[in-house]
């Protein structure tokens, strides 16, 4: 059973930056596509970014140009680098792990707050 572990949010005023980490329990290499949702108060969980096995990135409308998402393979390890921060980027930030040859096909971390103060 593959776990996520995510790292790195806290409370930052607009305008700053943070970085968010996703430790896996398992090699990442082979994990079809990793990703990045939020999920804002009364609001539905919506991708924020993701990459593919082939290092394919996709990018949430709202934060093209702002967040970037990498990996390290060596390390298992998903991040989230998040700059120029605005209010309604506050959120609990959750990684997820999407394989068409698991059962349910998703794994997701336990989440992290990010809240920007204005």
């Known amino acids: 059973q593959v776990q996520l572990v995510e790292s790195g949010g806290g409370l930052v005023q607009a305008g700053g930056s943070l970085r968010l980490s996703c430790a896996a329990s398992?090699?990442?290499?082979?994990?079809?596509?990793m990703g990045w949702y939020r999920q804002a108060p009364g609001k539905q969980r919506e991708l924020v970014a993701s990459?593919?096995?082939?290092?394919?990135?996709n990018y949430a409308d709202a934060v093209k140009g702002r967040f970037t998402i990498a990996r390290d393979i060596a390390k298992n390890t998903l991040y989230l680098q998040m700059n120029s921060l605005i209010p309604e980027d506050t959120a609990v930030y959750y990684c997820?792990?999407?394989?068409?040859?698991?059962?349910?096909?998703?794994?997701w971390g336990q989440g992290t707050q990010v809240t920007v103060s204005s």
């Open positions: 398992t090699r990442m290499f082979s994990i079809d596509v």
């Open positions: 990459i593919t096995k082939g290092g394919n990135t």
């Open positions: 997820n792990a999407y394989d068409s040859s698991w059962i349910g096909y998703h794994r």
